[in-house]
């Protein structure tokens, strides 16, 4: 004799299946009518756009459909891959881009988006539209923003998009550019404000030009005072320098290997060298005592060609 299991046991063994295992609960769901509903909102968290004609399927059948539509509101997490086209091989449509389509087709449908990743999206092919700014307040639920190896028109853009975000705690970006990136100094009218950043994670990867305008955007905003968690790549120490210096007061973790230079020590206060000038390298070093030591006894000085000309913008 077959035995009932009740719905609640069956929902609260597919929630403790960990997320992305998408063939199970793809197989949960065809088990029985009652696995079918505990199955789908596992399938809808996560959602991964991977390819044109699956993005296309999912606005067509989902987003569109009345009875399925109520669905999004089971989705926290959307990733989007739009590769840029390989050698020898045609680039996809202008048209055909999802990272082109995906903000101003869903703006407003994902109530309970947390978490939203662009990786490899081209916005130097195809410019956003000037309203992207405006369409991205819709994403209020956005708490985390990945952003990989994608190309923007101008730092202007880039910032703009960030800051659009008007909830956005976690940002982790590698390998964002713009062309022309040049060092200048950042307009009074951005400074201070969004976001308000409590982690930020930048990879190595991209323009060294580039990593430096944003860490001194950053420095100017509400991050400054907000964030506590900050892993760094392989930079040279002016390129984020300013931006430590600026959030030193709210940090607590800070993970980054500071690139071997020259650097100048009061050697009274600091019990790491004696002499005057010495090399340092700082890896997951919680901030606390540790880092205000390091803050008040070292002054970097040409770790890198480019110290003479961040001094007029980070100070020494």
Request: aromatic share 10%; glycine share 4%.
């Amino acid at each position: 004799m077959s035995v009932l299991v009740p719905p609640e046991i069956t929902d609260n063994i597919i929630a403790l299946v960990d997320s992305g295992q998408t063939a199970t609960f793809l197989a949960c769901s065809l088990v029985c009518r009652d696995w079918l509903p505990a199955s789908r909102r596992r399938l809808f968290e996560t959602v991964h756009f991977s390819r044109h004609h699956l993005y296309d399927l999912f606005l067509t059948r989902i987003l569109r459909s009345v009875t399925m539509r109520w669905w999004l509101s089971y989705v926290l997490n959307v990733k989007i891959s739009d590769p840029w086209s390989p050698l020898g091989k045609e680039a996809p449509r202008l048209d055909e881009r999802r990272t082109n389509r995906f903000i101003h087709e869903f703006a407003g449908r994902l109530p309970n988006l947390q978490e939203l990743s662009f990786e490899d999206a081209d916005w130097i092919i195809r410019p956003p539209h000037p309203s992207v700014s405006v369409v991205c307040r819709n994403f209020s639920s956005v708490r985390q923003l990945a952003l990989f190896r994608c190309r923007f028109p101008s730092f202007g853009a880039f910032r703009s998009m960030l800051a659009s975000f008007p909830h956005l705690e976690h940002l982790d970006i590698f390998a964002i550019a713009w062309p022309g990136a040049q060092l200048s100094p950042i307009p009074m009218a951005v400074h201070d404000g969004s976001p308000s950043l409590r982690t930020f994670r930048m990879s190595a990867g991209g323009p060294e030009l580039c990593a430096i305008a944003i860490t001194r955007w950053l420095a100017l905003t509400r991050t400054a005072r907000t964030v506590k968690d900050v892993h760094l790549g392989k930079f040279f120490a002016s390129t984020y320098l300013a931006f430590l210096q600026a959030a030193a007061a709210s940090l607590t973790t800070l993970g980054t290997p500071l690139l071997t230079g020259n650097i100048s020590c009061d050697a009274s206060h600091c019990t790491s060298s004696t002499s005057s000038a010495s090399s340092c390298r700082l890896i997951s070093t919680p901030i606390g005592e540790s880092w205000l030591l390091l803050s008040t006894c070292f002054t970097v000085t040409d770790f890198d060609p480019l110290s003479s000309t961040m001094s007029k913008f980070c100070g020494p």
